[in-house]
């Protein structure tokens, strides 16, 4: 035996030994061998998917002090540090070989350095600890969709997260060949206060090693950070997609119900806090998935699957009047795990929860009570604004049966939004794909929040809400995308909704929360050619009695001709300088984005100014004829 076997033999009993051994991947044998030689834990564990090792996994996650239990049976609190509450943009890099680059927008390192620091940080980090060992799956086990993935972690709280998550895969992984490929990802929380909170947030690092399909994470715990089959592996499934001809998608996935009790699903591009969640969920339809879409072409047609089978979502808002359904689920005996909210009394609030805080209770910087400051004397919120919760998908009533279809299912369209106070109108329709990927997508503008360790409110584009995780070259991944429609008979229809515009003069939104429900049921007839539209210059608009007919139906509620015309003028001065902002993005700092998409914007940017010569600078929809 040589002596790395040795200190796996030294860390493991005989029934973890043989889980391992059962195992005949060399991928995952050398990554595994390498994790513990690296990190020194004392004990491996490794899960293999059995409710009693299901259940270990919770029990350590309360036992260790990750996990906190909460009054209602299977809910539990965690919490990171006060420096650890969001993605962290700056130390997440690219490993990038000598002589290679990466596209310039990317946060990249020179690849040797940057394992010698993320390894340097990791070493000897799990001495005393145990590493759990999971196998999981991206997408539907065992399905066309499915990437096996290893996760290595020394994060009860990770494990957990990742149980409710995603999809199991040890028998998967007992079937797999020596040769066959997988995914890696070995997760240090480092260095632990006593309340078991990762102390050193200078040397958080996230590191991407697309050259090993291997993610390092260390001095973190914040799910984004770690958690390695979410947006870690979203970094590695787009080059993955980009060889095989696929795409990997930052969307949610929903059916939305029609007449005559159809359904038709749709998925959804938005930048983080801007109502992705919240369209997924809307009360009364269905729920596939709110994060992470793989989309493959399957005889002719765009079929979709979740890659993950759970919710790590934002609790900020969440209540009884909007979103009944996880409402329900968050107060439910079930599991659930809370994180960085305030507790009292064994009990979780948030903001915007539809009940009145405490005073006081213990929150993400310890003891809270109202009126406390930070060091730098800013009040601290009773809960932080990213505190989230993190569920199975099977916990909510509102799931789509169709969740673990290995096929997937059928799109009818896909809508892409975010924070634009000023350009575009609530909901419009593509003329076709390339229009609609070009002019929604492409050109996603949108202002910075708090799910990003940073500055809020800051305006930047985000080209399909999904730039942080693009590591092919920015102007390849447009293009397949552009180009996905050639494997489709029937692509589905793209739309651009804005649910954050605001009134030019007095700056308040113009549409209620809930209105976000009639524009997709408006998308849902469009695409079975149910309700007509007004050619505008920047798409198809709904004609108002389409929408007042389905404010009634979905809402309740009149909607007035003026806000019809307030919310869909089309304002000729702020798309054009947008299209201009867009542009010199794609010029500046884009490589290789495709003709198509310059031969769209000018297209727009025509259309614009003819209809200005026409109608003026801000076009009301009832003379768009
Ligand atoms: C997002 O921020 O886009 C999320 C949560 O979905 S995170 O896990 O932080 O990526
Ligand atoms: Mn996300």
Known sequence: MNKKDDLLGKACDAKNIAKIAAIKNRAFHLFLADAVRLCAPEKVFVCDDSAPDAAFIRSEARASGEEKPLAVSGHTVHFDGPLDQGRDREVTRYLVPRGETLSASLNQIEREAGLQEVRGLLQGSMRGRTMIVRFLSLGPAGSPFAINCVQCTDSWYVAHSEGLLYRPAYPQFLALKEQDALLCFLHSAGKLSEEMVSVEADKKRIYIDHTRDLVYSVNTQYAGNTVGLKKLALRLTIRKADREGWLAEHMFLMGVKGPKGRKTYLAGAFPS??????????????ILGDDIAYFRAIDGKLRAVNAEAGIFGIIQDVNPSGDPAIYKALSTPGEVIFSNILVKDRNPYWLGMGYPLPAEGVNFTGK?????????????????????????????????????????????????????????????????????????????????????????????????????????????????NLDFVRQLKTPPLVFGVNYFLRDLKDGKFLNAVRDKHVWAKWMELRIHGDAEALKSPTGWIPKYEDLARLFQEVLKKDYAQEDYVRQFTVRVPENLSKIDRVEKFHREQVEGSPAALFEVLAGQRERLLAAQKRFGDYISPLSLG
């Open 273 to 286: 806090a801007c109502g992705k969640t919240s369209t997924a969920m809307l009360p009364g339809e269905t």
């Open 368 to 480: 809270w009570f109202q009126g406390k400051k930070d060091e730098k004397g800013n009040p601290v919120p009773p809960a932080h604004k990213n505190a989230r919760y993190t569920v199975s998908l099977q916990a909510l009533e509102n799931m789509d049966p169709e969740l673990n279809n290995a096929s997937g299912i059928e799109l009818g369209g896909i809508m892409y939004g975010g924070r634009d106070a000023k350009a575009y109108v609530p909901v419009q329709q593509g003329f076709d794909w390339v229009h609609g990927i070009v002019s929604y997508g492409a050109s996603l503008e949108t202002e910075t929040t708090f799910a990003i360790i940073g500055k809020e409110g800051v305006s930047e584009i985000n080209l399909m809400s999904i730039q942080d995780f693009v590591a092919i070259p920015l102007g390849k991944y447009v293009r397949n």
